[in-house]
């Protein structure tokens, strides 16, 4: 792998250990309308990107009730719930890490900018970061485009660059932006999923940093 000189983190699923609360919130929208709930095997197997696609997974009908409607109450009821999430335990000593390296690190997400920041800063994260970088709605949606003003923001080489998230949409958008990419399993989807990106695969964030060579 080519040096690293800049980390991007995922959020939701990478940094933050919430894809229980996910399915937990989802759950509960279920009940709500009588249909079957599902368990986190469940909820992993079918979780992706695009969103839209997901929801149908778990078997919404758009023409009953609309993906905006769904995906409001879907964000109502996490960001009700928002604080029951916590940290994976090893988040500390691999921002520590990447810090004590002297690189930079940012985090890039799908999730509504406003909220992140404000979990970022509600988890004592906040001078860690160069910049956070989410989207400027609630509907999760790809962040390649976000990504891209990133790189140009930094006027850095993509290639050295490394994009360390949960799943396989991570992967898409490292490749597509020309980053490196470092997979964790035990986030938003199952480890068989990651490990067919062709990325690297890791049990942990401290073991992403190893593999790039960042001691922690």
């Not at 839209?52 to 905006?68: A, H, I, P, Q, T």
């Not at 920041?117 to 001078?127: A, G, Q, Y």
Request: glycine share 10%; aromatic share 10%; with cysteine.
């Amino acid at each position: 792998m080519k040096k690293v000189e800049h980390v991007f983190w995922d959020w939701n699923g990478t940094l933050l250990n919430d894809a229980w609360l996910c399915c937990d919130v989802m759950n509960g929208m279920l009940r709500e309308r009588n249909m079957p709930e599902m368990s986190m095997e469940h909820y992993a197997s079918i979780f992706d990107f695009p969103i839209e696609e997901y929801y149908l997974r778990v078997g919404f009908d758009f023409e009953k009730e609309s993906f905006e409607t769904l995906g409001l109450a879907f964000i109502d009821g996490y960001e009700i719930r928002r604080l029951e999430a916590s940290l994976f335990e090893d988040v500390r000593s691999g921002l520590d890490g990447v810090k004590a390296s002297g690189l930079g690190q940012s985090i890039l997400s799908a999730y509504k900018q406003d909220t992140l920041v404000r979990l970022v800063h509600e988890h004592k994260l906040e001078d860690y970061f160069h910049d956070l970088h989410g989207h400027h709605h609630i509907y999760p949606v790809g962040k390649a485009p976000q990504g891209q003003e990133a790189l140009d923001a930094l006027g850095i080489d993509p290639g050295a660059t490394v994009l360390i998230g949960d799943t396989t949409h991570d992967a898409e958008v490292a490749a597509e932006l020309g980053m490196q990419c470092v997979l964790i399993p035990g986030g938003n989807q199952p480890e068989a999923n990651l490990r067919a990106c062709g990325v690297p695969v890791v049990a942990s964030r401290v073991d992403a940093l190893a593999y790039l060579g960042i001691l922690v």
